[in-house]
């Protein structure tokens, strides 16, 4: 008996020395401070620990309930988030995409600013040794000098779909002609006027990418960190990005190895709903819609007018709906709408008698409507909503119903749109395309996670492109070496051609005297 517990003993211990050789100290920042960036791969940071890897999450979002491996670095502020909040403020047509580029300076410039904090300057000082760095890739590139700081390679985090710069630094293909720019409201079959502005756009992305994230980033880092992150092409080592996309739900593009999609991390499996919920979703005869406009925008900002175009469309259904709203009432409330301060919204939405889904179409809640089998309204607001709410009308899951045009008519349309048998079924066959993966999103990031682990940084994955100069990049070099060769040799010819003339022009005329 005693030596059968020696045994175990030893056995265990073994077991656990052989599997701490493989945990890895691992950083994790997410410097963003809105709070759908931190949730999409929040369920990534606590897989790690708990494969056994040492995690230390430096973010805005500390855990309230602590969890083995799992260290946090909080660097949230004591004032709120101030993001938008406000409906009518974020209305706005943005040509070209300028007013999106400078808004992701802002919002850059705002998560270096987090470097000040006095938990970041305490965390600096430790003498941490780390084997990998995985950060938030959101205009924020000031982080990325931690990778140099300790010497570690590094991973990037897509909290939505890639990003121009995303592309540059992986060494990814970017196509103008059927990618549209984040944030157009384009399909991957644009008209031609839709081209040219998608192509200009794409020259003012590239400039604030190459030249304006890269400045102020580098005076971020330089300052704290005491790194220089534009030194021997530093920007392009990145060892691999994980977006948060799936071809089911974003136009399929070309990918290099080193970009991993992982949509569909944050969900998990749906919870039973509270007792009151569970009963009206459950009771209602014709199915239930809900309503939501997320957490960053205030329900209440949303004009009265509209919001009495979809209380009177309402009004005259037979469905029961949910409305996510932060007051206890509403004006013109009819009977069959249901108020609710806080709600578990990707359980309601996963119950079966939940017919439609009225948002925004942020990344999150798009997923976990794909996940669910769920049409939606969409109604996109600002940043990556619109290509979303684009995306899911063209896969014919939903409808999109621009701000502008929320009027009783529209919205009544939009409605019965969603209820129509094809939009149903559309919903449940895209579920089932997104749903049928080889290894579930959690399982692939942790298997991406260990093998740059493995393979120390695994640069190999990288093309040349993120050597190369723009213009050899973009053949300009040899381009331009035809055209000089081309119209040399024309102009030769001509020239050859016009002597010959004049030659026999002299003889004739000898003949001829
Ligand atoms: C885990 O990481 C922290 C850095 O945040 C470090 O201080 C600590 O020593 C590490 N623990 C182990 C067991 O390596
Ligand atoms: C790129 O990252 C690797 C670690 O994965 C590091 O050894 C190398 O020095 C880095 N290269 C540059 C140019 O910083
Ligand atoms: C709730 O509604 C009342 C009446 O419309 C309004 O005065 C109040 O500011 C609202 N409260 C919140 C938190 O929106």
Known sequence: MQTMSLITVLVVTVISVLSRSDA????????????????????LFVGLAKKGHNVT???HFPRKNPIPNYRDVSIREDRPYSGLQNIQSSLHTDLFGIQDQMLLVEYGIQSCESMKHKNFQMFLKE?????LVILNEFSNLCYRGLAKKYDAPYIGLGASSIFVWHALHTGSPE????????????SDRMTFLQRVENFVSMGVVYWYCNFKYPSFSNEYS?????????????LYNMSLLFINMHFSLNFPRPFTPNIIEINGLHIGTPKKLPEHLEQYISESKNGVIYFSLGSTMKGHTLPKEKRNAF????????????????????????????????????????HPNVKAFIFQGGMLSLSEAAHCGVPIIAIPLY???????KLIESRGAGVVLQIEDVNVKNVRKAVNEVLSTKIQKEAKRLSEIYRDRPLSPLDTAIYWVEYVLRHKGAHFMKTAAVHMPWYQYYLIDVIGFLVIILTSSILL?????????????????????
Not at 175 to 186: E, I, K, Q
Not at 383 to 389: E, F, I, K, L, S
Request: charged share 20%; glycine share 4%.
């Open 383 to 389: 940043g990556d909503q619109p290509t979303n709410a």
């Open 57 to 59: 999450v430096i973010s």
């Open 175 to 186: 196509h103008a002609a059927y990618m549209p720019r984040l944030a157009a409201p384009y």
């Open 493 to 513: 010819t001509i020239y050859c051609i016009k002597l010959l003339v004049n030659i026999c022009r002299i003889t004739q005329k000898n003949k001829v005297d």
């Open 127 to 131: 003498n941490n040794h780390f084997d």
């Open 311 to 350: 209380l009177e469309v309402f009004r005259d259904m037979p469905e029961r709906i949910i409305w996510k709203w932060e007051n206890d009432t509403m004006e013109g409330k009819p009977d069959n709408v249901l108020l609710q301060k806080w709600t578990p919204q990707f359980d309601i939405i996963c």
């Open 24 to 43: 890895h100290n691992i950083l994790a920042v997410v410097s963003h401070p809105g709070v759908s960036h931190f949730k999409a791969y929040e369920n």
């Open 222 to 234: 330089k300052k704290y960190l005491g790194v220089d992150i534009l030194e021997n092409n530093f």
